[in-house]
């Protein structure tokens, strides 16, 4: 019993069956209850509407025979009436209660209790009731036999002609003479009734076992199979198989609820496979990500991890965080994930371990908290980033940094480092305070610009931005004297900014070194110089001493002088005069030293300057000096007197190159020239000399400014005149380079920047 129960339970068709058949089953017996209560009242109706209309049918043969005063009448009419298969008893009861005619005539005389079941109906109360309903005049009870009768009592009322009539007299007040008794047998109604109930409850039954049978079959049709598909289906999703499909072709809620979990099943098949790909990826990121990741709990026991973590440290099951990381027995002091536990918080932290393989490690630690659906802390994540490659790079940058400091400070030179917008000084080394005399807390935050010359700082502020190496520049110490320094330039990056690293050498004794090299050059030029000059000398002097033979003459023959011939004699001297005391000034000026200021030069008029000293030397010797200058050319940022000494030793050295190619071919009939020209080209000046001389072999080429490198015979010459004009080019921020010319001599070709501004 307790099997089939819990089947039912189980069984959701069961249960409709049974619930629809209690339901039938209620239904049935009720409309059975109700048909079969109706049945019976009408069948009962219907013999109390016979029996009352027999009643009335006797009282009216009665009240014939009475008003006739025929007694045997009324006692055949009710034997008579007697003799009916539903008559028992037909009685008249007078007031008194005595039966005054009855079907059976034994009775009849008989007085009864007027209280008894006859008389109750209207004697029940006092006085008597005079109308009583036909419900209140009926009787049920059983006779002798235990057969149902039913007794049916009707008043017989005092009528005016009872109460006029000559056969006996009523008194007008009495409204009832008596009563008529008639008592039916019901036993033929009580077959029909048990007749009717069988056929009701058959019907009843039929209708139940019929249409119970008809539900079994629908549900077992239409919904225990369509279940048991579904069921089946719900089961294969469960075991995780997305790909089982519903086959319940129909078009009803069945067929629609299989549609829909076709689709449900197709979506969660494609959602799972969406949540494994999902799950395979963070599972391939967890393990694959490149730090260590682990889960803890408040214990610090190990939840998780991942695999780096599992490389590293090799943890066991349920190992404890600070002992896998660090081999402790307890936790690490100012835990990240104690922190994260308590406020709730990330935290940041770094910490200081050991491989598995016992090296040391560093890592840098972020812990964050992991919550459940109430908010509530359960867990935290602790992600570590090793940085031990970075604390080795770091010791090792602190190593470097040393000892950059240290190369930095023990530089000889002094090395500055200025930023690129402003040139303030940011960091100096050393030698800065040993050679400008400042401190390094005085030297820091100056403009580096303060350690120049004020006139000099304007235009020297873009120059510094732009090149990479300035020669030759004027420096002032702290006790503002003057010294003279290369400057070597170079962008570097400084705590995050652009710098520049300027580095500048002391060349103060090297330039005047050079200066002693370049004097002594000078006056070597000067006595090579001294047949030209003294030839250029002579000829003014031979004028003026010309002229004054011719005045003495006049004078000791006294013959006078025309004032047109003494003027043109007087100018005479006075034009050679002036032209001998232009040489001997620019000898003069030539032979001094140099004040290494640079100022605006033009190149044109340094260039005629110098060759005019050499003008009378060069026609002596048959030389020719042809010019190409542009004119209106830029000045050029030089020292003239220094620039002079450059050209001159590019005219002497083509002078000589001419004669030695004279000397060597002797027979042939070559030119003599020397071209001299200037241009512009590309914001820079050019001077350009060139010679018909023997030229410059290719093997040569490249050392021909070496200082004390010459291809002069012995005693010609020092070697130091190009290297010198090499080196003051240089000074003056050009270039000098030598080429050979196509006809076969040397050309020299001198660049200069143009003045700005």
């Known amino acids: ?72 009448d009324i006692n055949q009419i009710i034997t008579n009436m007697g003799r009916l298969p539903q008559i028992r008893n037909i009685r008249i009861y007078n007031k008194e209660g005595a039966i005054k005619f009855s079907n059976r005539s034994q009775e009849v005389e008989q007085v009864t209790n007027i209280m008894s079941e006859a008389c109750h109906i209207c004697h029940h109360s006092e006085p008597a009731l005079v109308e009583v309903g036909l419900r209140e005049r009926i009787r049920y009870f059983r006779d002798e036999d235990g057969q149902a009768v039913l007794g049916l009592i009707s008043p017989i009322y005092n009528e005016p002609g009872c109460a006029t009539g000559g056969c006996h007299f009523h008194p007008a007040d009495k409204k009832v003479l008596g009563a008529l008794d008639v008592v039916v047998s019901l036993a033929g109604t009580e077959d029909e009734i048990r007749f009717m109930e069988k056929g009701v409850l058959g019907l009843a039954l039929a209708a139940f076992l019929v249409t119970s049978a008809m539900i079994f079959l629908f549900v077992l049709r239409f919904m225990n199979r369509p279940i048991r598909t579904l069921i089946a289906g719900t089961q294969a999703i469960s075991r995780g198989d997305y790909g089982v499909r519903l086959t319940i072709d129909r078009t009803d809620e069945m067929g629609q609820l299989a549609a ?103 890592w840098m630690v972020k812990t964050t908290p992991i919550r459940n659906a109430a908010g509530e802390i359960v867990a935290a994540m602790e992600v570590n980033l090793d940085i031990t490659h970075l604390k080795q790079l770091e010791f090792l940058l602190e190593r470097s940094e040393r000892k950059y400091h240290e190369i930095f400070n023990n530089i000889p030179n002094p090395l500055f480092v200025l930023d690129d917008e402003t040139l303030e000084i940011r960091d100096g080394n050393e030698a800065v305070g040993r050679v400008y005399g400042f401190s390094r807390e005085e030297i820091l935050g100056r403009n580096f610009l303060e350690l120049f010359p004020p ?177 209106g050319l830029p000045a050029v940022l030089a020292e003239t007197n220094r620039l002079e000494q450059v050209f001159i030793n590019l005219l002497i050295n083509a002078r000589d190159a001419i004669e030695e190619r004279v000397l060597a071919h002797p027979h042939s009939k070559g030119e003599k ?58 000074d003056f921020g050009g270039t000098i380079r030598a080429e050979s010319s196509p006809g076969g001599g040397a050309v020299f070709v001198v660049e200069l920047p143009v003045q700005e501004g």
């Open 1 to 72: 019993m307790t099997g089939l129960f819990a089947a039912i339970q189980r069984s959701l068709a069961a249960k409709l069956i049974l619930s629809v058949g209690l339901i039938l089953l209620l239904t049935i017996t009720t409309w059975s209850y109700f048909s079969i209560a109706y049945q019976k009242r009408s069948l009962e109706q219907q013999v109390v509407q016979h029996t009352d209309t027999l009643g009335d049918a006797i009282k009216l043969g009665a009240h014939y025979a009475m008003m006739l005063n025929a007694r045997e």
């Open 260 to 362: 829909a979990m076709n689709f449900m099943c197709r979506e969660i098949g494609e959602k799972q496979a969406e949540l494994n790909r999902q799950r395979d990826e963070y599972l391939n990121l967890f393990n694959n990500v490149p730090c260590v990741i682990t889960v803890q709990d408040r214990n610090f026991r190990l939840l998780q991890y991942n695999r780096e973590f599992a490389d590293l440290f090799d943890p066991r099951p349920g190992d404890f965080c600070y002992h896998a990381y660090k081999g402790r027995s307890e936790p690490c002091p100012h835990c990240p994930v104690e922190k994260t536990f308590a406020d709730g918080k990330i935290h940041l932290s770094e910490e200081r371990g050991i491989h598995k393989d016992g090296s040391p490690a560093y």
């Open 455 to 631: 006139e000099e700082r304007p235009r020297i502020q873009e120059r510094i931005r732009r090149s990479n190496v300035i020669h030759q520049m004027r420096h002032l110490r702290r006790d503002g004297s003057l010294f003279y320094v290369d400057m070597w330039i170079s962008p570097a990056e400084y705590p995050g900014r652009r710098a520049l690293l300027v580095t500048t050498s002391d060349i103060t004794q090297r330039l005047e070194t050079e200066q002693q090299l370049i004097q002594a050059s000078k006056m070597a030029t000067l006595g090579e110089m001294a047949t030209g000059v003294a030839h250029e000398l002579n000829q003014p002097l031979a004028v003026i001493k010309t002229a004054s033979r011719f005045f003495i003459r006049k004078i000791r023959a006294g013959q006078e002088i025309a004032p047109e011939v003494l003027a043109t004699m007087a100018e005479e001297i006075d034009s050679h005069v002036d032209r001998a005391s232009r040489i001997i000034n620019h000898l003069r000026e030539f032979g001094r030293k140099s004040e290494q200021a640079l100022q605006p030069v033009a190149l044109n008029e340094v260039l005629r300057r110098t060759a005019e000293m050499f003008s009378q030397q060069f026609k002596s010797r048959g030389i020719e000096i042809l010019w190409d200058l542009e004119e």
């Open 673 to 730: 020239k020397i071209f001299v020209s200037s241009r512009r080209n590309a914001g820079k000046v050019l001077a350009r000399v060139e010679d018909t001389g023997t030229g410059i072999p290719p093997a040569i080429l490249a050392r021909i400014f070496e200082p004390f490198f010459t291809t002069k015979k012995v005693g010609k010459g020092t070697g130091l005149g190009l290297s010198i004009s090499y080196q003051i080019v240089r």
